[in-house]
């Protein structure tokens, strides 16, 4: 079979194991402990409740330390009725968001490029974010990073190129993305630092600049001004996004950890690069250092922000705790660094010839290295019959159903409203305020705990702090149909 054939083949299977692996990441992401954990606040807005509060508890408390326009993004799964199908909908918006950035690089690029040449190359990117954990982490669960990633790498790939005849456009669009990158998780603020490196060296750059700033504040106020009007309470906001993460703890020794993490994580997008760079280097496409500069620019600038957030990503590793979802903004960025390294290549070597062949090649062979060693693992038989068997929140849910409050499940918010119409405090909600030093009294505690409920149940894993103030005894006990939960007697005061 010639390369001719060969190519799209590899790429069609490559794309089917893909689809595959990402339908059994999406399923399996429900049965993680946390899952409802950061499904809540958009649960919560979608019913008119409060979400932010500040110091004062007037409310139940959630997991609400991103920024406010995350818990927006997710409101149209919300709007399902159906519950697993709203949990799978909220999961592939997060793959969405991750794709978004490729589809603007492929209308970038596919008038320059083969078409068989410009697939392979987005078959070996979609290959790094599906297959890197830190990727795969956040574009198979509901957070905050996925939008922010997403906005991100549009703001970034919106600046180019950079000697555009309607500077005013491209600081508007790209200023526009960055703000709703920053609206959605706060470390993107980071990003501004390369872009004002960028456009400030280079002399086209500079007339982006003088429209970027001022439109950079234009959305800015804009946005505040509609999560004025969203949420109401802009001091709750500040209290949840600002002064409760600056206050988390910070365990310096898990920044090694963090950084044995990543380099073990960079290993794989690494091999791609290293592999692009070396056809560049012993094949070189233009005999004119200006045609090459132009080349390295748009990759060299997205490993840049890349780099840039790689401080901001250990600091986050070392004080939340952490592991996937702190990295997958660097190593999406450096993944996205990637496709468009093998596209420059592509658009500077001449149709057919064997530079541009051994891009593809290298391309497709990458993709099945790499999905060889990831799949055996996400395809397994037991990660299938993971996927598809009964999550711990569809036990709780049902039991809830079943037996009403009896039993309070603090880890699945969503569950406990969808079976009890009623909110209840989240787990992560008490953390969150413990760990910023500000936590809740036993009344406040009590206050939003439901009225019926005489145990106390977690599934396997994760921190417990509502246990300290409702069973601090730790009193064990077993309840029919709970199987795999930890169940304790709760202690209600002057009982």
């Not at 919300?78 to 697993?84: M, Q, S, T, W």
């Not at 599906?130 to 939008?147: F, K, N, Q, T």
């Not at 062979?365 to 990831?374: F, K, N, R, W, Y």
Request: proline share 7%; charged share 10%; glycine share 6%.
């Amino acid at each position: 079979m010639t390369g001719r054939f060969l190519i799209p083949v590899l790429c069609v299977v490559i794309t089917v194991l893909l689809v595959a692996v990402v339908t059994v990441e999406i399923m399996t992401a429900t049965h993680t402990f946390w899952y409802e954990q950061r499904l809540a606040p958009t649960v919560v807005l979608l019913q008119g409740a409060r979400l932010y509060q500040g110091p004062s508890i007037e409310a139940p408390l959630f997991s609400c330390i991103y920024g406010p326009l995350s818990y927006l993004m997710y409101l149209p799964a919300a709007l399902i009725g159906n519950r697993k199908v709203f949990y799978y909908c909220a999961s592939g918006m997060s793959m969405v968001f991750l794709a978004l950035p490729a589809l603007l690089v492929y209308f970038d690029y596919r008038k320059q490029i083969q078409a068989r040449s410009l697939a392979a190359c987005m078959v070996g990117f979609f290959t790094l974010i599906v297959c890197l954990s830190p990727i795969a982490h956040v574009g198979s669960l509901v957070s905050a990073d996925a939008p922010a990633i997403g906005f991100a790498s549009l703001c970034a790939l919106k600046l180019f190129p950079l000697d555009t005849s309607s500077p005013r456009r491209t600081a508007w669009w790209s200023s526009l993305f960055l703000a709703l990158s920053v609206a959605c998780k706060q470390n993107m603020l980071f990003l501004a630092l390369p872009i004002l490196v960028l456009l400030g060296l280079r002399p086209q750059g500079r007339r982006i600049l003088s429209w970027y700033i001022p439109a950079a504040f234009v959305w800015t106020i804009s946005l505040l001004l509609l999560f004025r009007v969203i949420y109401g309470d802009f001091g709750g906001i500040i209290f949840n996004n600002v002064i409760i993460p600056r206050r988390w703890p910070l365990d310096r020794h898990r920044i090694l950890d963090g950084a044995r993490f990543l380099y073990q994580a960079w290993l794989s997008p690494a091999f791609v690069a290293g592999g692009l760079l070396a056809i560049g280097y012993l094949s070189p496409f233009a005999s004119s250092p200006q045609r090459v500069r132009e080349c390295c620019l748009r990759p060299l600038f997205l490993a840049g922000c890349a780099l840039t957030l790689l401080p901001i990503s250990l600091m986050t590793f070392a004080a939340a705790g952490g592991t996937d979802n702190s990295f997958a903004h660097l190593m999406y960025f450096f993944s996205l660094s990637i496709l468009v390294l093998s596209l420059e290549l592509l658009s500077a070597y001449p149709s057919a010839s064997k530079p541009e062949s051994a891009v593809v090649y290298w391309q497709t062979i990458a993709s099945v290295l790499i999905l060889i060693a990831t799949a055996q693992l996400k395809l397994s038989p037991f990660s299938v019959r993971q996927a598809f068997g009964q999550s711990p929140a569809d036990t709780a849910y049902s039991f809830l159903k079943t037996h009403g409050d009896e039993v309070y499940f603090p880890t699945y918010p969503v569950s406990t409203y969808l079976a009890t119409g009623h909110f209840v405090h989240a787990e992560w909600g008490i953390m969150n305020r413990i760990l910023g030093g500000r936590p809740p009294s036993a009344a406040d505690v009590w206050k939003f705990a439901p009225p019926g409920a005489r145990l106390l149940a977690y599934p396997p894993g994760g921190r417990r702090v509502l246990i300290r103030y409702m069973a601090p005894h730790q009193i064990r006990t077993r309840a029919d149909g709970l199987d795999g939960f930890e169940v304790y007697m709760i202690e209600r005061p002057g009982s």
